[in-house]
């Protein structure tokens, strides 16, 4: 565990990492482009929930290359990156279990989501998140869920349009398994550490 946590804190691999999410982000964003354009301004910023996620860890790998912490964006990177990785992988897997067909496009969402989530875990041991942090971040990953699921500001795949009841109480119930896992990574080991 020694080597990885020093393997992950190399610059270069920051570095790599940080352009990986920076080209996701943009591509991320771009993708949404079209629900972007169709979506009232006030409700802009909470639609492209993946990119956006993206954009939050490569503001945390910033700040580990200028070696500081930015414990509420990492709570938010933390919380974001697990929530709407996991999410990504089973709407597309889901996808394909409603047309019974998968394009290239699929495997490749369900490949960068994955990974996603997992750089998410992996920089646990690198994060300073504490009860406040985690808290503003619930806010933001629950407010979101009401401005989907209530609002329909969803990521649109129209093939799970009947679907959407069931997908908005998943998708509530990730938010929470997000939050319950980064409080149990993130605060309460470092508070049993310190104690």
Same mark, same amino acid.
């Given at each position: 565990?020694?080597?990885?946590?020093?393997?992950?804190?190399?610059?270069?691999? @920051?570095?790599?990492?940080? %352009?990986?999410? +920076? &080209?996701?982000? #943009?591509?991320? *964003?771009?993708?949404? =482009?079209?629900?972007?354009?169709?979506?009232?301004?006030?409700?802009?910023?909470?639609?492209?929930?993946?990119?956006?996620?993206?954009?939050?860890?490569?503001?945390?790998?910033?700040?580990?290359?200028?070696?500081?912490?930015?414990?509420?964006?990492?709570?938010?990177?933390?919380?974001? @990156?697990?929530?709407?990785? %996991?999410?990504? +992988? &089973?709407?597309? #897997?889901?996808? *394909?279990?409603?047309? =019974?067909?998968?394009?290239?496009?699929?495997?490749?969402?369900?490949?960068?989501?994955?990974?996603?989530?997992?750089?998410?875990?992996?920089?646990?041991?690198?994060?300073?998140?504490?009860?406040?942090?985690?808290?503003?971040?619930?806010?933001?990953?629950?407010?979101?869920?009401?401005?989907?699921?209530?609002?329909f500001m969803l990521p649109k795949?129209?093939?799970?349009?009947? *679907?959407?009841?069931?997908?908005?109480?998943?998708?509530?119930?990730?938010?929470?398994?997000?939050?319950?896992?980064?409080?149990?990574?993130?605060?309460?080991?470092?508070?049993?550490?310190?104690?």
């Open positions: 565990m020694k080597n990885l946590m020093n393997f992950l804190g190399y610059r270069w691999v @920051l570095w790599v990492l940080l %352009i990986i999410n +920076v &080209v996701g982000t #943009i591509y991320g *964003y771009i993708w949404y =482009g079209w629900q972007l354009a169709e979506t009232p301004a006030k409700f802009l910023v909470f639609v492209p929930d993946s990119p956006t996620a993206s954009l939050f860890f490569a503001a945390v790998l910033v700040a580990l290359l200028l070696k500081k912490n930015w414990p509420f964006v990492e709570a938010l990177a933390m919380v974001t @990156l697990f929530k709407y990785g %996991i999410w990504a +992988v &089973v709407m597309n #897997i889901l996808v *394909y279990g409603v047309t =019974g067909n998968i394009h290239w496009t699929s495997y490749m969402l369900i490949l960068s989501h994955a990974g996603m989530a997992i750089q998410g875990l992996l920089y646990v041991p690198y994060y300073q998140i504490k009860t406040m942090h985690l808290m503003l971040a619930a806010l933001w990953i629950l407010h979101n869920d009401v401005i989907d699921y209530v609002f795949y129209s093939v799970l349009d009947q *679907y959407i009841p069931k997908i908005g109480y998943f998708s509530f119930w990730l938010s929470i398994t997000s939050i319950f896992l980064t409080y149990v990574l993130c605060v309460r080991k470092k508070n049993n550490l310190h104690s």
